[in-house]
């Protein structure tokens, strides 16, 4: 099956720091990719769609200006946490889609906010 | 809007005895199902999905699952457990409209295999 590929597996970043997290598709084209976010014990929430040269679509209640999503290429995407706080600590994970009946996902970003 | 039910939190489960883990959903029109399996700080891995055809659906590790259109389930089943098998098991609905892969997923439901 198509790898997505996630980076980095774990952070730990110091209050008020911005942290970046990549998401690549490696062996097909994805003009869409996906973030969630993942609480302890809990479902996947769907953060935002990531559009290829365009800006992302966000979910209802998610700040766009703490989480910023970059669509550069048809390979990557990336999640930048500004300023994060001790409250945006959680597990995120990225998926793209190389056809509409399928999506793969990243192995997930474990974020700790210190 | 689009929604999946999974009832039980957790399910146990002794080795070798067979395993199902539910799901029920509600969507528009036809529906797209998956399962994923999640082990502890990793993404998620795709074991099978329902998108037209045959009700009964094989995917990986032996698992399987029946679309039951009547009562909108689709539960996911092996006949033999295994302890291996231990993870977090998340059912997802994708509407067949629109032309995009947008899953919603259920909260998911912890599967313990016991030795």
């Known amino acids: 099956g198509a790898v997505v590929s996630q980076h980095p597996s774990w952070v730990i970043c110091k209050s008020g720091t911005s942290v970046k997290i990549e998401c690549r598709s490696l062996d097909f084209q994805a003009t869409t990719m996906f973030w969630y976010r993942q609480f302890p014990k809990q479902s996947l929430m769907l953060m935002a769609t990531s559009n290829e040269g365009s800006k992302a679509t966000y979910e209802q209640g998610v700040e766009k200006d703490k989480f910023l999503i970059n669509h550069a290429s048809l390979t990557l995407s990336t999640l930048t946490v500004t300023s994060a706080h001790p409250e945006d600590s959680s597990f995120y994970i990225c998926?793209?889609?190389?056809?509409?009946?399928?999506?793969?996902f990243g192995q997930g970003t474990r974020l700790t906010v210190v | 809007a689009q929604s999946v039910a999974q009832p039980e939190d957790q399910v146990n489960v002794a080795e070798g005895n067979p395993l199902t883990v539910k799901c029920t959903y509600s969507v528009s029109g036809n529906p797209y199902l998956f399962w994923y399996v999640q082990y502890p700080n990793r993404g998620l891995q795709f074991l099978l999905k329902?998108?037209?055809?045959?009700?009964l659906v094989k995917g990986s590790y032996g698992f399987e699952a029946e679309f039951n259109k009547s009562q909108t389930s689709f539960h996911l089943k092996k006949p033999s457990a295994l302890v291996s098998d231990s993870a977090l098991y998340f059912c997802a609905v994708s509407p067949t409209s629109g032309g995009s892969y947008i899953p919603t997923f259920g909260r998911g439901t912890s599967l313990i295999v016991h030795p």
């Open positions: 998926s793209a889609s190389p056809v509409v009946t399928e999506a793969f």
């Open positions: 329902y998108i037209t055809g045959d009700n």
